[in-house]
């Protein structure tokens, strides 16, 4: 990343979190970048993989004609996005990996539409495939630029496919940020659990279902300093390396989401972006450590309404039985369960002797295949 400085690159960063919650961000965002590859034309666009057409797309400055051409006739054209449908999700691809470069030559998309621009070749990383959609952010290269502007293209969109796939599911799983308005009232707005972080671990705020998730202690665990623990250990391993490197602005080094493993019910997935206050440091937030310096955000997967079926209630088990049983049922050991509850391994053990009488079970496969088969959809 020679081409850049590392505040440079933690700008472009900054403002692929920010168009994570303001939409009309992106087009801010492809401008800066190519603006870093000497004027390469980067686009990012959505492909219907099945029908063959273009979904939208934002572009670096350029021709007009040029891109509603694309929209309206060139997309269906595009020799590379057969091959961009079976990458790997993250990994940045070369054009010739995807189309012959003899053959793309003498293509009708390279001839009447490619070349009017000078362009040759492209480097591409997809961020979101499913079976009838496609999403990927491309840096277009021109004949003149291809000797110089091919390696430093292809370390930015490696760097920053991460960090554009979680500001994605930012789109997806909170409020878009109103202009001008308090970001407190657009969390409020959010179904998931958010909570905003300082630099040194602790909570300055949480909306609603933040609030919920820290009263049940199933997940979280708040000390009285305010800072916050996930309970699953390996998950808060890496939230406090994430934090970390947010504290150094040292973004290259920030993973992906993690998974937060619960003692019952499915796995939470834990979206962390870095939130900004301003377009340049002020000496104010240094001073100020309970500026929140990351988002946090808890995504729920849909769970079945009436996940308690009545069928088990025949079996009279407490609501603490019944959570062992279904823990026991999804594979965790009585010791991980008692970790995860923060209850003696004595008490889980009493439990569940209760659970082998009333369900007349003796071992924990036994159990396990009984919950199955009434409770299909746990």
């Known amino acids: 990343m020679s081409s850049i400085t590392l505040e440079d690159f933690n700008n ?14 992106w087009s801010l965002f492809v401008e800066n970048l190519a603006g870093f590859l000497g004027g390469t034309i980067v686009c990012l666009q959505a492909h219907d993989a099945v029908a063959s057409a273009g979904l939208g797309l934002v572009s670096s400055k350029t021709d007009p004609d040029f891109l509603s051409a694309y929209d309206a006739y060139y997309a269906a054209k595009n020799v590379w996005a057969p091959g961009l449908a079976k990458a790997s999700t993250g990994k940045v691809v070369q054009s010739e990996q995807l189309y012959d470069r003899d053959e793309f030559f003498r293509t009708e998309f390279y001839n009447d539409y490619f070349s009017t621009q ?36 292809s370390r930015l969109l490696d760097l920053l496919g991460p960090h554009i796939s979680r500001s994605f599911d930012l789109l997806r799983h909170v409020p878009t940020l109103v202009n001008g308005e308090d ?26 279902a933040g609030d919920a998730l820290r009263r049940e202690n199933t997940i979280i665990r708040v000390d009285r300093a ?3 623990h996930l309970l699953d250990l390996e998950a808060d391993a890496a939230l406090q390396a ?18 937060i493993r619960r003692a019952t019910g ?34 729920r997967q849909t769970e079945c ?6 069928s088990l209630d025949r079996y009279g088990m407490t609501p603490a039985e019944l959570a062992l049983a279904k823990a026991i049922a999804e594979g965790i050991s009585p010791r991980e369960y008692a970790d995860f509850r923060s209850i003696s391994i004595n008490t889980v053990r009493t439990q569940l002797k209760s659970i082998y009488a009333k369900t007349e079970t003796s071992r924990q496969s036994q159990l396990a295949v ?6 299909p959809r746990l």
Request: charged share 20%; aromatic share 10%; proline share 5%.
């Open 226 to 228: 305010g800072y916050m």
């Open 118 to 153: 000078g362009l040759v070749a492209a480097s591409a990383i997809v961020l979101h495939n499913a079976p009838d959609r496609l999403l990927f952010l491309s840096g277009n290269i021109r004949c003149k630029e291809a000797e110089w502007v091919r390696a430093p293209l």
């Open 370 to 375: 009984l919950i199955a088969r009434e409770h």
């Open 183 to 208: 970001y407190r009232a657009t969390a409020q707005l959010a179904d998931d659990a958010m909570f905003f972080i300082d630099r040194s671990g602790r909570i300055t705020y949480s909306n609603r």
């Open 266 to 299: 499915s796995p939470l997935q834990a979206i962390l972006a870095p939130v900004r206050h301003n377009a340049k440091s002020l000496m104010f937030d240094c001073l100020f450590e309970d500026h929140p310096v990351a988002m946090l955000v808890f995504h």
């Open 242 to 259: 994430a934090l970390g490197a947010m504290a150094r602005a040292n973004y290259a080094q920030l993973q992906r989401d993690f998974v």
């Open 12 to 25: 472009l960063v900054h403002s692929v979190y920010q168009a994570g919650l303001d939409p009309r961000e």
């Open 305 to 310: 309404a009436n996940s308690d079926v009545p």
